[in-house]
DNA sequence: AGGCTCCTCTCTCAAAAGGGGTAGACCCGA
DNA sequence: TCGGGTCTACCCCTTTTGAGAGAGGAGCCT
């Protein structure tokens, strides 16, 4: 197989090779409709969750892929986690439909090169998918800016987040507790953390910031 | 201007004329590229928020309108409202992300014709069209049994829901009385009245809840 | 080894929340 | 006009939660 294309600015001649995963046909269909609307761009094959897009990715090695964060069977993180562990050059583009989504930065860091709205408008996608094939990073400029709230605020460890998905479904110190297999005291410890970390009020009010910054899922 | 077609089993002469409302580019192009591969169906206009919508309901007068039921300016519930005042006999068939989401019901009580999942696959989006287009209501399989759950489960009154919005971002009873200017007590009330109702032990179970069925907004 | 974070557990105390019941004022439809 | 639902308000009582402050052990990095 051929390994890596590589020649960037020589555009014209040799097409971008994409790969899209999305769970959404219609989403699949709409990405698949604008690139190959280019002269430039070439969709070489969909996949519609997670281990498809794997498994895609090694039989096309495509010069980019675009990818949902959220999808059946394995997620976006996990993709990206297992592309870039066997492809450390692999050109990953993720794509979500949250603004704030947390997940995000989390890609981000392992290595993901760019990151885009679904709602963008089609210029948008379009060059997102240019710079990352250049191996350019890409970053909606919303999420430029939260980057940088997010690194001024503290980050919540391991244990905290654990608690919150259950603060998030309504459990009490004592129910969160019994099921972390701790004492009610320390669960509140834990809850005590998380409110000062979120600047939260209530628990209540914790569960709210942490739906907005797509801390917990629903 | 002509009125209804109406005319249903007489296919491949007259095409079905599809309206599009959605503020994703890329769903936009993706349900367009679907529908004009058909043969019996022609997109003749898409829109981008829910102001165009209803203009471009006025202008072309579709046999079926598909909208998305969350857009800027003007979402799919409203939409709804104003183009049915308008045109009784309006085909309308709202799409929406989030299965669960409660404002569904609110437009199918209104009116709307059918409902359909974004993640759906391209040969049911486009029954669904299809029944609508022949003034036929269609719900995808989830929503149908969704729909029987409801009626079983005690709906909230306006107040509650107003209260509910405000348990959702965390606020206290004493703040949540302080903003809709009643007495503490009567905002217990009210919390006591949605916990029972929504089957919750804590408030914050509650807003779980909430966010499950789509009672609230983030 | 010392410093660091994390997780665990303990304690006290005040505030908030939740469960129970009761009840008047209002509006609307039967 | 009567009943039903809604919104408002109050009572008492128990449980939960949140604030504050401390402290020991496990693991990691330098």
Known sequence: MNAAPASAATAAVRKIRVV???DHPVVRDGLAAILNRQ???EVVAEAADGEEATELYERHQPDVMVL???????D???????????HPHARLLVMTTYDGDEDIFRCLSQGAK?????????TEILSAIRAVSEDRPYASSSVASKALQRMAKPSLTQREIGVLQLLAEGRSNKDIARRLSITEGTAKTHVKAILTKLDAISRTEAV???????????
Do not use: E, T
Request: proline share 7%; net charge positive; no cysteine.
């Open 68 to 74: 949902d964060l959220r999808m059946p069977k394995r």
């Open 20 to 22: 899209l995963a999305d």
């Open 114 to 122: 760019g990151y885009l709205l679904k709602d963008s408008p089609r």
């Open 208 to 218: 709210a910031v942490a739906h907005k910054r797509g801390l917990v899922r629903l």
């Open 39 to 41: 002269p430039d761009m």
């Open 76 to 86: 976006g993180v996990a993709v990206v986690a297992m592309v870039l562990a066997a």
